[in-house]
């Protein structure tokens, strides 16, 4: 049996849509009849790989999905399949009252067709590669290994905690950044409104008297004149920039040679560092865990890495380990990981816990890049209303200064 996604018209012409399994799309639609309903249109909940091998045979679309669930509904999802599997229930009985409990529909479809492919016959790993978007590669492959080995229940609680652990993480960044660029902005359209539109209404005043304007002023209402002139050609000339930018970041040679002078950076590099090496060896950590083959487990944590150079770090690294060399010395050969978690690593090996060292060098990193988020805040916060405070009693004070200069001549 397959899932299909159907939109139908009720008794009332109330428009419905939902999901049934049955072997044909004409099946879903007598079903939908017996309910007298009118069917609109039936078509196969399916993932991205499907979607290819539909178009290359020229067969009816397929419904795919590459959006709208999110990490937490990953993690929920899995936690509740966790559950029910270390209760002995069969796992299409399992993934159906998933779905069921689910209150997003964008989850009940895609559960619905996993299931599907699982009454087929197929392996859970290989029904969850038809959405890839959903559930990447260290998600399939992990399920897969606690399949194999018989713990799927275990596999899938690590795999919960897991995918919370980075969520959170990613959360804690963005929350972290979010104040200075806020604050940034509102600075900037602040002091721009000032010198832009309230500057020249108030010198104005003193431009009809005889008396020369203050050099201050002067400069102000120069700098006034200037952003409005060219203000807009200004704003939109960064517009098409940052375009012109990210086009050419596309590019893997552009992309690395920016993520390499990021690393370069002072403080912007050791970020960038910490978190991707959090990243790495957490998920390093679940896939050694799961007794996935630790070649297999190099490559796919190596693919959660988002910065260019050290994702090349780890691909060399386990070069190096096919060779028959220590991980924890492969991967300091590229000088690129910070020397605590490549101590922990080697550690790990020699004592053969190195899932726990694994476990333990992210959770060190993960601390310290809190640590060091947090005292970039509370920095840049103070700095960036210094700064503002700074500007604006520039402004306010270029405006007075002929008034006072008028003051002294009445005198």
């Not at 693919?303 to 691909?315: C, H």
């Not at 380990?321 to 990981?337: D, T």
């Not at 103070?382 to 200069?405: C, D, K, N, S, Y």
Request: aromatic share 6%.
């Amino acid at each position: 049996m397959a899932a299909y996604e159907y939109t139908a018209l009720d008794a009332a012409g109330r428009e419905q849509r939902g999901v049934l399994e049955g072997d044909s799309p004409r099946q879903v639609r007598q079903v939908l009849r017996e309910k007298q309903w009118l069917p609109l249109q039936v078509l196969p909940v399916s993932g991205d790989r499907r979607e290819g091998s539909a178009g290359a045979t020229g067969s009816a679309p397929r419904l795919t999905w590459r959006a709208g669930i999110k990490a937490a509904d990953v993690a929920l999802l899995t936690r509740q399949l966790a559950t029910l599997v270390r209760a002995a229930v069969p796992l299409e009985e399992s993934l159906r009252a998933v779905a069921e409990q689910s209150e997003r529909p964008a989850v009940q479809k895609v559960l619905a067709a996993v299931r599907s492919r699982v009454i087929e016959g197929h392996t859970l790993a290989h029904a969850l590669g038809e959405f890839p978007k959903v559930f990447p590669e260290i998600y399939r492959a992990t399920v897969a290994a606690g399949e194999q080995s018989g713990r799927l229940d275990t596999v899938l609680e690590r795999l919960a905690d897991y995918t919370e652990n980075r969520d959170q993480l990613r959360q804690r960044v963005l929350g972290a950044m979010l104040y200075p660029i806020v604050l940034t902005v509102m600075c900037i359209v602040i002091i721009a409104g000032l010198l832009t539109y309230v500057v020249p209404k108030v010198v104005e005043v003193f431009e009809s008297g005889r008396n020369a304007l203050p050099w201050m002023t002067r400069a102000l209402l120069a700098t006034s004149e200037f952003l409005a002139t060219f203000g807009p050609w200004i704003l939109a000339a960064l517009c098409v920039a940052t375009l012109v930018f990210l086009r050419w970041v596309r590019d893997p040679a552009a992309r690395r040679k920016v993520d390499a002078l990021l690393l370069r950076l002072p403080l912007i590099g050791r970020l960038v560092r910490g978190f991707n090496t959090a990243r790495f060896t957490r998920t390093f950590s679940i896939l050694t865990g799961s007794a996935v083959p630790v070649l297999e487990a190099l490559r796919i944590a190596g693919a959660v890495i988002g910065n260019l150079p050290m994702r090349d770090a780890v691909e060399r690294a386990a070069e190096r380990v096919r060779e028959g060399a220590p991980i924890g010395k492969s991967l300091a050969a590229g000088s690129l990981f910070p020397p605590m978690t490549v101590h922990l690593i080697s550690s790990g090996e020699s004592s053969g816990k190195l899932e726990e060292m694994l476990e333990r060098a992210a959770s060190n990193q993960e601390r310290e890049l809190d640590g060091l988020l947090t005292a970039l805040v509370g920095l840049l916060g103070p700095m960036l209303i210094v700064a503002m405070g700074v500007f604006v009693t520039a402004i306010v004070f270029a405006m007075l200064m002929p008034i006072f200069e008028m003051n002294t001549l009445v005198r």
